[in-house]
């Protein structure tokens, strides 16, 4: 990665050229937004919960400074005295905002922030995106770059880990911070590293050099923050490698910050198929009008979108949770796709599971829902060994020439598999060999 001595980038990338700009340039907008924009972003819908939070707390913002992505993030809520504004801190939360210092900053759109309870600090989204001191704390295991993309960098930005595809870190800022952040360590204020068009530049190269590479994921910080026509540079150029057979973009935006997923950028993206979307959902209080009006928009440009969840304790650890969250996605025409168990990065304690946790929500779901509701359980492996996918045990073992399995509701079911040697070395027992069906 580049650890360029430039500042790192603090904002989302404009329409200039060169390294991230923030979105406020001598007092004025760096984006502005046309008349038409803003026009067609005054018919986005609003819940009501988000009119009346805008009346309360921003009582001079018309309906369309709110549905301009741009306003979202210049009144980003940033800080104590402005959280302060909105929500009634705990003695932990206050501590934890003031002491903090580097990256991964608070950073919570206006409109997510209309779904954070004023007054309970146990509330999930709450405590998914306000610090508190258990960050400070580093437990063994705990690593600032767990997953070794460090390591794994080809050039700076590009991650090459699978034969066949590569990571592009595209940006180092997000609309809204996640405190569980994986890429803690790179994104916002005093991150360790510089994002710029030349930096791209290398990175398209590398790719365009790679034959081997079909697929290649844009992420970072989150790359739909970037302005539509500099986004738009990039996805041009990626699409001109003959042999890059599709594009993926990972992304936090159509959830917490909806209002971004314009006409414009939907007419945009629409030019690069195949384009494939990860979208990242974290709890069910996430769907809102606003965010099936961004999925939507996104679905009908012909954007295969797909869900990506990170188990949190205490957060959506809990299997009715997790089924009305897969639920939810599928409602919202997103496949959910992963269940991440919460990387090991530093200060990450408090919101780590255990592993038989999630096995056991994989398990809940199975049979119980919908298959399209059941997404793969995996372990990034710290030290860069990849995703590394983890199903409960339905195999019991092997009776002769069956296999003994176990289903959802844990019958016991006999497979006729003469020639096969899985298992081989896994005796079933007699009781259970007894109560087996079919076969034998």
Not at 58 to 65: G, L, Y
């Amino acid at each position: 990665m580049d650890r360029s001595l430039d500042a790192p980038d603090a904002e989302p990338p404009g329409t200039v050229t060169g390294t991230v700009a923030p979105p406020m340039l001598s007092g004025r907008p760096l984006f502005p937004a046309t008349v038409k924009e803003r026009e067609r972003g005054a018919a986005f819908p609003a819940s009501e919960r988000s009119r009346a939070f805008r009346r309360k707390f921003f009582a001079d913002a018309s309906a369309a400074d709110w549905n301009d992505w741009r306003w979202q993030l210049q009144h980003r809520i940033r800080d104590l005295r402005q959280l302060s504004k909105f929500i009634r801190l705990s003695d932990d939360e206050h501590s934890a905002v003031a002491r903090h210092t580097g990256p991964l900053p608070v950073g919570i759109t206006p409109y997510y922030a209309s779904l954070l309870s004023e007054d309970d600090p146990a509330q999930p989204l709450r405590r998914t995106h306000i610090p508190v001191n258990g960050e400070y704390l580093r437990t063994p295991g705990e690593a600032d770059d767990p997953l070794g993309e460090d390591h794994d960098a080809a050039v700076p930005g590009v991650v090459h880990r699978y034969p066949d595809r590569v990571l592009f870190l595209a940006t180092g800022f997000c609309s809204t911070y996640c405190r569980y952040c994986t890429r803690s360590r790179m994104v916002g204020g005093g991150g360790e590293y510089a994002f710029s068009t030349s930096q791209w530049q290398r990175g398209i190269d590398y790719i365009a050099a790679t034959p081997a590479v079909r697929d290649v994921l844009l992420s970072g910080g989150d790359p739909l923050t970037i302005a539509t026509d500099k986004l738009e540079w990039l996805l041009s150029r990626l699409r001109a490698i003959p042999h890059l057979d599709f594009i993926r973009i990972g992304t936090k935006v159509p959830v917490v910050l909806p209002q971004r997923i314009t006409r414009d950028l939907t007419r945009m993206l629409r030019r690069y198929h195949p384009l494939w979307m990860s979208i990242h959902f974290t709890h069910p209080d996430e769907f809102t009008p606003e965010v099936a009006e961004s999925t939507a928009r996104l679905a009908d440009a012909g954007i295969p979108l797909g869900g990506q969840t990170v188990l949190l304790k205490g957060i959506n650890d809990e299997l009715p949770v997790m089924r009305a969250l897969m639920h939810g996605m599928l409602k919202n025409r997103v496949k959910p796709y992963y269940l991440y168990q919460c990387d090991p990065i530093t200060g990450s304690s408090h919101f780590r599971t255990t592993v038989e946790k999630g096995l056991e929500i994989i398990a809940g779901l199975r049979g119980h829902t919908t298959g399209y509701a059941v997404p793969h359980f995996v372990v990034d492996a710290p030290g860069g060994g990849g995703k590394i996918p983890l199903l409960p045990d339905y195999l019991v073992g092997r009776d002769g020439e069956d296999l003994v399995l176990r289903n959802f509701e844990g019958g016991l079911y006999r497979y006729h598999d003469p020639d096969g040697t899985l298992a081989a070395g896994r005796p079933v027992a007699a009781e259970d060999a007894a109560r087996a069906k079919g076969a034998g």
